[in-house]
């Protein structure tokens, strides 16, 4: 059985950082599309960043670009996601996730994921 099981939220003021990990287990880690996705109170979960573990292609998202940095380790079956210049609407729930194939046209559609995990909180106070 595929699991996804993410770490590292927390607390921080803005300007701050942060990295995540999401433990991947129960299948072969060496190519899939490892995505994290946020989401806020109120609004629609998100596509922040996603890599291709076969290759280390990475795609981001606008509000991600420049500030967050998303990387795998193979021999830890562990994605990251690396969070840089945190600004207060940077605080949501973050949640991994993976598919098959990463695209750069569909990367951050979040129905085309078919294993997620429990999600971390991030929360960023000005």
């Known amino acids: 059985q595929v699991q996804l099981v993410e770490s590292g939220g927390g607390s921080v003021q803005a300007g701050g950082s942060l990295r995540l990990s999401c433990v991947a287990s129960?299948?072969?880690?060496?190519?899939?599309?490892m995505g994290w996705f946020r989401q806020a109170p109120g609004k629609e979960r998100e596509g922040v960043a996603a890599?291709?573990?076969?290759?280390?292609?990475?795609y981001y998202a606008g509000s991600a670009q420049g500030r967050f940095t998303i990387s795998s380790d193979y021999a830890k079956n562990t994605v990251y996601l690396q969070m840089n210049s945190l600004k207060p609407e940077d605080t949501a729930m973050y949640y991994c996730?993976?598919?098959?194939?990463?695209?750069?046209?569909?990367?951050?559609?979040?129905?085309?994921?078919?294993?997620w995990g429990q999600g971390t909180q991030v929360t960023v106070s000005s």
């Open positions: 129960g299948y072969t880690y060496s190519s899939n599309c």
């Open positions: 996730a993976t598919r098959a194939l990463c695209y750069s046209y569909t990367w951050y559609r979040t129905h085309e994921y078919t294993t």
């Open positions: 890599i291709y573990t076969g290759d280390g292609r990475t």
